[in-house]
């Protein structure tokens, strides 16, 4: 056996980190880094994600930080960006960008004390935009924070036990799961396991505490290993979430790896496995697609952090690392077929799954309004429009939210789908957090079936991807669609519409019922026949559409609804009955 085939051989059957020695030669030492995309090589030298980072935030020049350095950075839970609302003037005056930075809170399961809250509400005043954005992945993002308050920025919400460690990058990413606590046991289970994945694949460098919190160098950095992720991390991003059937409320078959728990008699007895699913993709390319993650199995709850971890070593091991836009798992599932990832995962783990279990999905989505948990505490499940807490015209949901936390007990959760839970709330509190929102102008009242189930994507101005708005319009739009549906009595009817400015998904626009994929300024595609329980990807409807046109397309397919959908249909099966769209049945057949 040659060398090369041997390193293969020990990295498919042993837990063995890339950065091996094997016959005294480090495996790195013998790839060809011609063949490898850039940022293998980034990874690499970075030496365990130090890069130049603490010279490039030293530097007074610039407001950025070396190219190399951006890469790096975003396992520390940064991205850099710059005002794109500002770039033509700035390139007018011949100045660079307006440089600021992104900052990702890791938060499994997106449970947050009032403590927690505080401290990221006043870090958002003090150091970022004045605002917080909720993420689709249960996460917070400051914006606009400049480099000279990153390292106090980081260190503030250190100081409140939250890190911003692998909110990024080529690792997995902040766990998510259930967010309801109304299921008050299962919802307290599943959260100690997606905290249990989140730390068990946390990276080891101690990079992060050397340059933000100024924890003391190692003398000698080569020692610092990694013993899941080796010298070169993952191929690329990789992502976990829990369910808790009925409930998709976390889109379980978008993920690289979902649980999806079992319960019987109120009890989880363990989690049927789905692997692969993953949205981004990119226009003109239709190898880079959307696609469901598979169910291949069903575990005991013991054998869950055995079964990410060896998933995520698959993937380390096998994943594409040439070419960025194919090195996620469902391309490697895709690429090798399920048999022999399923080979693999038994190899690995000794043992193998069991058959899935049944189960059904009624919805995604969260379920607003106040719901009492089985240990008889409240929650209130709030609609955050485009995930952003913001105080404005009137509207004080961050001072709200900022007086709650400081005078009632309880904690919070964020979602993934960009709402807020007020969690753990007394009867006798109930009345008050109310009082709180009435006298900030925030009334939980009444809005439509289609807002409440709307997602969009950050997008202008920060997102440097972005080719299009689409938190800062879809709100407008879809109060159009509303005056659309309200004529056919269907302002109630529930309908998931998500909107992305860019292909990559952020919004997860390719299960929506209605979807939107901005092309160019004020231009989207329409993607129609995702079904209301996340479970089938929709399908291009039309191109390139401008908001007239959206709605003179809609228009008519929403009589054609109000009037003939059979008893309880929903809008993304009757788009597919009436053959406005035919179902995408594969990831592989999806195209812009
Ligand atoms: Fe995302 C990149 C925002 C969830 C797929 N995503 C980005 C960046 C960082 C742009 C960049 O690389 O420069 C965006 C920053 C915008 C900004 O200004 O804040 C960004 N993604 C977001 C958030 C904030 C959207 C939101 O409005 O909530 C979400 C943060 C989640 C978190 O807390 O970790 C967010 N991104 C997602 C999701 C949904 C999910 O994870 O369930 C997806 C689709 C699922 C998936 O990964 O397949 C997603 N983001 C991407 C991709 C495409 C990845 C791919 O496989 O091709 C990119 C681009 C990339 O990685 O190259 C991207
Ligand atoms: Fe940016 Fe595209 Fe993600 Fe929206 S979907 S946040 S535009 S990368």
């Given at each position: 056996?040659?060398?090369?085939?041997?390193?293969?051989?020990?990295?498919?059957?042993?837990?063995?980190?890339?950065?091996?020695?094997?016959?005294?030669?480090?495996?790195?030492?013998?790839?060809?880094?011609?063949?490898?995309?850039?940022?293998?090589?980034?990874?690499?030298?970075?030496?365990?994600?130090?890069?130049?980072?603490?010279?490039?935030?030293?530097?007074?020049?610039?407001?950025?930080?070396?190219?190399?350095?951006?890469?790096?950075?975003?396992?520390?839970?940064?991205?850099?960006?710059?005002?794109?609302?500002?770039?033509?003037?700035?390139?007018?005056?011949?100045?660079?960008?307006?440089?600021?930075?992104?900052?990702?809170?890791?938060?499994?399961?997106?449970?947050?004390?009032?403590?927690?809250?505080?401290?990221?509400?006043?870090?958002?005043?003090?150091?970022?935009?004045?605002?917080?954005?909720?993420?689709?992945?249960?996460?917070?993002?400051?914006?606009?924070?400049?480099?000279?308050?990153?390292?106090?920025?980081?260190?503030?919400?250190?100081?409140?036990?939250?890190?911003?460690?692998?909110?990024?990058?080529?690792?997995?990413?902040?766990?998510?799961?259930?967010?309801?606590?109304?299921?008050?046991?299962?919802?307290?289970?599943?959260?100690?396991?997606?905290?249990?994945?989140?730390?068990?694949?946390?990276?080891?460098?101690?990079?992060?505490?050397?340059?933000?919190?100024?924890?003391?160098?190692?003398?000698?950095?080569?020692?610092?290993?990694?013993?899941?992720?080796?010298?070169?991390?993952?191929?690329?991003?990789?992502?976990?979430?829990?369910?808790?059937?009925?409930?998709?409320?976390?889109?379980?078959?978008?993920?690289?790896?979902?649980?999806?728990?079992?319960?019987?008699?109120?009890?989880?007895?363990?989690?049927?496995?789905?692997?692969?699913?993953?949205?981004?993709?990119?226009?003109?390319?239709?190898?880079?697609?959307?696609?469901?993650?598979?169910?291949?199995?069903?575990?005991?709850?013991?054998?869950?952090?055995?079964?990410?971890?060896?998933?995520?070593?698959?993937?380390?091991?096998?994943?594409?690392?040439?070419?960025?836009?194919?090195?996620?798992?469902?391309?490697?599932?895709?690429?090798?077929?399920?048999d022999w990832f399923k080979g693999e995962?038994?190899?690995?783990?000794?043992?193998?799954?069991?058959?899935?279990?049944?189960?059904?999905?009624?919805?995604?989505?969260?379920?607003?309004?106040?719901?009492?948990?089985?240990?008889?505490?409240?929650?209130?499940?709030?609609?955050?429009?485009?995930?952003?807490?913001?105080?404005?015209?009137?509207?004080?949901?961050?001072?709200?939210?900022?007086?709650?936390?400081?005078?009632?007990?309880?904690?919070?959760?964020?979602?993934?789908?960009?709402?807020?839970?007020?969690?753990?709330?007394?009867?006798?509190?109930?009345?008050?957090?109310?009082?709180?929102?009435?006298?900030?102008?925030?009334?939980?009242?009444?809005?439509?079936?289609?807002?409440?189930?709307?997602?969009?994507?950050?997008?202008?101005?920060?997102?440097?991807?972005?080719?299009?708005?689409?938190?800062?319009?879809?709100?407008?739009?879809?109060?159009?669609?509303?005056?659309?549906?309200?004529?056919?009595?269907?302002?109630?009817?529930?309908?998931?519409?998500?909107?992305?400015?860019?292909?990559?998904?952020?919004?997860?626009?390719?299960?929506?019922?209605?979807?939107?994929?901005?092309?160019?300024?004020?231009?989207?595609?329409?993607?129609?026949?995702?079904?209301?329980?996340?479970?089938?990807?929709?399908?291009?409807?039309?191109?390139?559409?401008?908001?007239?046109?959206?709605?003179?397309?809609?228009?008519?397919?929403?009589?054609?609804?109000?009037?003939?959908?059979?008893?309880?249909?929903?809008?993304?099966?009757?788009?597919?009955r009436k053959q406005y769209v035919k179902?995408?049945?594969?990831?592989?057949?999806?195209?812009?």
């Amino acid at each position: 056996m040659n060398i090369v085939s041997k390193i293969t051989f020990l990295c498919k059957y042993k837990y063995l980190p890339i950065d091996t020695y094997i016959n005294g030669e480090k495996m790195n030492d013998i790839i060809n880094w011609k063949e490898l995309s850039e940022l293998e090589r980034i990874k690499y030298e970075s030496n365990y994600l130090r890069g130049t980072l603490l010279e490039s935030l030293a530097d007074p020049i610039t407001g950025s930080i070396a190219f190399a350095d951006t890469q790096i950075s975003k396992f520390h839970g940064l991205y850099q960006q710059f005002d794109r609302d500002l770039e033509k003037e700035r390139k007018r005056q011949k100045l660079e960008p307006a440089y600021s930075f992104l900052i990702r809170v890791r938060i499994p399961g997106g449970v947050v004390t009032p403590k927690q809250w505080l401290q990221m509400d006043e870090l958002s005043d003090q150091y970022a935009n004045h605002t917080l954005k909720l993420t689709t992945r249960q996460a917070f993002q400051l914006h606009g924070v400049i480099k000279s308050n990153l390292k106090k920025t980081i260190q503030g919400i250190n100081s409140a036990l939250m890190d911003t460690i692998a909110a990024c990058g080529d690792v997995n990413r902040n766990v998510m799961c259930h967010p309801n606590p109304s299921e008050s046991e299962l919802h307290a289970e599943v959260y100690e396991m997606a905290r249990r994945i989140s730390e068990h694949l946390l990276p080891s460098t101690t990079a992060y505490h050397e340059i933000w919190l100024d924890k003391k160098l190692i003398a000698d950095s080569k020692k610092d290993v990694e013993p899941l992720y080796g010298d070169r991390y993952l191929p690329r991003k990789f992502k976990i979430t829990i369910v808790i059937p009925p409930y998709n409320d976390s889109d379980v078959f978008s993920q690289d790896l979902g649980f999806i728990a079992i319960v019987v008699n109120n009890r989880i007895v363990g989690y049927n496995v789905a692997v692969g699913g993953g949205m981004g993709s990119t226009f003109g390319m239709p190898e880079a697609y959307p696609r469901l993650a598979e169910v291949i199995g069903f575990c005991l709850p013991e054998q869950v952090l055995d079964i990410a971890e060896k998933i995520v070593l698959i993937q380390r091991d096998n994943g594409n690392r040439q070419n960025r836009k194919r090195s996620r798992l469902k391309y490697t599932i895709d690429d090798h077929g399920i048999d022999w990832f399923k080979g693999e995962l038994y190899k690995r783990l000794g043992f193998e799954l069991q058959e899935p279990k049944s189960y059904a999905f009624t919805r995604n989505g969260d379920r607003l309004g106040w719901e009492k948990g089985t240990d008889s505490k409240w929650s209130l499940t709030l609609f955050v429009e485009g995930g952003r807490v913001a105080d404005k015209n009137g509207f004080n949901f961050k001072s709200a939210l900022r007086e709650i936390a400081q005078n009632i007990e309880g904690y919070f959760i964020l979602t993934g789908n960009q709402n807020l839970i007020i969690a753990n709330v007394s009867a006798e509190d109930k009345k008050k957090v109310i009082n709180i929102l009435k006298s900030h102008g925030v009334l939980p009242g009444e809005i439509s079936g289609l807002r409440q189930n709307s997602i969009a994507c950050v997008a202008l101005n920060t997102c440097g991807l972005a080719f299009a708005e689409a938190e800062r319009y879809l709100p407008s739009l879809i109060t159009k669609i509303e005056t659309i549906l309200d004529q056919h009595g269907l302002f109630k009817e529930e309908i998931v519409i998500r909107m992305t400015g860019c292909p990559n998904g952020c919004g997860r626009p390719y299960l929506a019922e209605i979807g939107f994929v901005g092309k160019s300024e004020g231009h989207y595609n329409l993607y129609l026949g995702g079904n209301f329980i996340g479970s089938r990807l929709n399908t291009l409807f039309k191109e390139t559409l401008t908001e007239a046109e959206i709605l003179n397309e809609l228009t008519p397919i929403i009589a054609d609804y109000a009037s003939n959908r059979s008893k309880g249909e929903k809008f993304g099966d009757f788009v597919i009955r009436k053959q406005y769209v035919k179902e995408t049945l594969k990831g592989i057949d999806f195209r812009h």
